[in-house]
């Protein structure tokens, strides 16, 4: 067996490759609108608090855990959480951290392929003279795959192989191609964020209009900004901040462990952990919080903005606003923000493919450019139905699963065994090893005690989510004796399909329950799909680590 030798070629190019698996599309699509529908101002606090007392605690925790893991060769999470324990069961635990790299690979490919896509529109002048709605009925025709807005047949389908080949491309050339990627994109990412957020600041009452008279930018920046004291009690705004910070930092999904696991042993990892994960948070609160709020409320309203608050307002609306630039500033800006959502999200997407392939590598021998074409294959099979299917409710499913609960799950128990079985004596030591800054001791005790505390309440709350999300009310409504009505989001209510069911049920038109009816099997095929890939890594885990016997590689501490 070949040893791996891979390192990264710079602490530069280290924390830009971190910073760029932390900054994805949620940095500019999700947290916007999670900032809106729970309270503007009201939802900063409670976002800051769980990214010092979960988010930061669980970039230490991966940090070390995969460094410590690289020093016995290993770099994927079945294998770093084998080498930090005795017994067989942690490295299946680990499956968490390739599993979910390709399920959210699959779909999210498929934004990043959106982006692309936008990007030739922009420049083509395609969104010239569309009113608000033809934009908006624009992007409902892209995704639909039958049709084509460029005369390309299976315009969605091309756009996702093409996104998905350079993403395989670039994961062949090693860590040195990662690299290379996030020193170009994220330096662009900033760039483009930057001016466009500049506009969103400046842009004041220019944008209003006879329909929209009361537009004004700054609106938006102070309900963002304007604390509100009485929405910080609710328990509602808490748990909403806590999952923006499983996916503002990649956290639960093993990125964090393979890219460390290319630290060399006496690398400092307690501040390239912080300046990644603190250039993520400016990325994020500062700049991502400047532009589709702001040039949105600057021209359509406040109240518009409220009531519409949407993760498609990046492809159903910017557009049409940048439009109000004048045609050649109109495809600056739409260059500038889908090129902003590409480098965002292909660094995030390469991040979730480096698993894989140091996986097959360490474990079969693959080279990297094989186990990249062995990735991008997987990746394909499972994101394909995303593609054909997206109005059907595959991708959001996928989502649901892949880029929520198993985030959540893989964390949790990552926390409790990092701090409860591997002892955290030495993971404290790991995490000060070759340390550039002291850690605060009062981690140690938040990394043991608060963070486990967190995570428990933040799956706890994905499995019995309250009807309307409305923790406040339901947990009154519990103490006085009348239940807790769950809502169709949670774990419980998704697993019934009870949403769907009471859809079907109430509807009159045949059309409309044979429609939804269709949905409905997409939707169990989508989770038995994610069954089989995993069920495919636990046994591609088994079989790898029966290899391991018979070479004799197993490790023990």
């Given amino acids: 067996m070949t040893k791996t030798t891979e390192s990264w070629g710079s602490r530069v190019g280290l924390i830009l490759a971190m910073a760029g698996n932390a900054v994805g599309l949620g940095n500019f699509l999700r947290f916007p609108v999670q900032a809106v529908q729970n309270g503007g101002g009201a939802f900063i606090i409670p976002y800051l608090v769980c990214f010092l007392l979960m988010g930061i605690p669980l970039l230490f925790i991966e940090w070390s855990s995969g460094r410590y893991g690289g020093r016995f060769g290993n770099h994927s999470t079945p294998y770093i959480l084998d080498t930090m324990t005795k017994g067989r069961i942690l490295k299946y635990i680990g499956v968490f951290g390739i599993f979910t790299n390709i399920a959210v690979a699959a779909y999210y490919a498929y934004i990043e392929s959106w982006t692309m896509s936008y990007v030739l529109h922009s420049i083509k002048g395609t969104f010239v003279g569309m009113d608000q709605s033809q934009v908006a009925n624009f992007f409902n025709s892209y995704v639909d795959v039958l049709h084509s807005t460029t005369g390309i047949p299976f315009e969605a389908v091309i756009f996702y192989i093409l996104c998905l080949s350079i993403n395989v491309y670039v994961l062949s050339k090693g860590l040195g191609g990662v690299e290379k990627v996030a020193k170009i994109g994220m330096p662009l990412l900033i760039l483009f964020g930057v001016v466009l957020a500049v506009r969103g600041v400046t842009l004041g009452t220019g944008g209003a209009s006879e329909i929209f008279p009361d537009a004004n930018a700054w609106d938006g920046l102070n309900f963002l900004w304007t604390l509100q004291y009485d929405s910080i009690l609710d328990l509602k705004v808490w748990m909403a901040a806590a999952g923006q910070v499983f996916f503002t930092l990649s956290v639960g999904m093993g990125t964090v462990h393979c890219y460390a696991a290319y630290v060399k042993s006496k690398d400092d990892i307690a501040l390239n952990s912080l300046s990644a994960g603190f250039m993520n948070e400016f990325i994020e609160v500062v700049i991502g919080?400047?532009?589709?709020?702001?040039?949105?409320?600057?021209?359509?309203?406040?109240?518009?903005?409220?009531?519409?608050?949407?993760?498609?307002?990046?492809?159903?609306?910017?557009?049409?606003?940048?439009?109000?630039?004048?045609?050649?500033?109109?495809?600056?800006?739409?260059?500038?923000?889908?090129?902003?959502?590409?480098?965002?999200?292909?660094?995030?997407?390469?991040?979730?493919?480096?698993?894989?392939?140091?996986?097959?590598?360490?474990?079969?021998?693959?080279?990297?450019?094989?186990?990249?074409?062995?990735?991008?294959?997987?990746?394909?099979?499972?994101?394909?139905?995303?593609?054909?299917?997206?109005?059907?409710?595959?991708?959001?499913?996928?989502?649901?699963?892949?880029?929520?609960?198993?985030?959540?799950?893989?964390?949790?128990?990552?926390?409790?065994?990092?701090?409860?079985?591997?002892?955290l004596d030495k993971g404290w030591r790991e995490i000060n090893m070759g340390a550039d800054i002291k850690v605060p001791g009062i981690y140690r005790y938040i990394i043991k005690y608060v963070t486990p505390v967190i995570l428990i309440v933040v799956f706890l709350g994905t499995v019995f989510a309250p009807k309307d999300n409305d923790w406040s009310g339901n947990v009154s409504s519990l103490f006085s004796g009348n239940g807790w009505p769950l809502d169709n989001m949670s774990i419980i209510k998704k697993i019934t399909n009870a949403g769907l069911n009471e859809q079907i049920a109430s509807a009159t038109d045949p059309a409309e329950v044979q429609r939804l009816q269709e949905n409905l099997v997409a939707v169990n095929s989508a989770r038995g799909l994610l069954l089989a890939l995993l069920i495919f890594i636990l046994v591609l885990i088994y079989i790898s680590y029966r290899k391991r016997v018979r070479e004799g590689r197993v490790t023990r501490i």
């Fill in 289 to 423: 919080s400047s532009i589709v709020i702001p040039i949105a409320a600057g021209y359509l309203g406040l109240d518009w903005v409220l009531e519409n608050a949407g993760f498609g307002m990046a492809f159903q609306t910017m557009p049409y606003l940048f439009q109000q630039w004048g045609t050649v500033f109109a495809a600056i800006a739409g260059v500038m923000w889908f090129g902003l959502l590409f480098f965002s999200g292909i660094t995030s997407s390469l991040a979730m493919g480096t698993p894989c392939v140091s996986f097959m590598q360490d474990e079969f021998g693959w080279d990297r450019k094989k186990g990249a074409w062995g990735f991008g294959l997987v990746t394909l099979l499972m994101g394909l139905p995303t593609v054909f299917f997206f109005q059907q409710g595959v991708f959001d499913e996928y989502d649901f699963w892949a880029g929520t609960v198993s985030l959540v799950v893989f964390a949790m128990m990552e926390t409790i065994l990092f701090s409860w079985v591997f002892g």
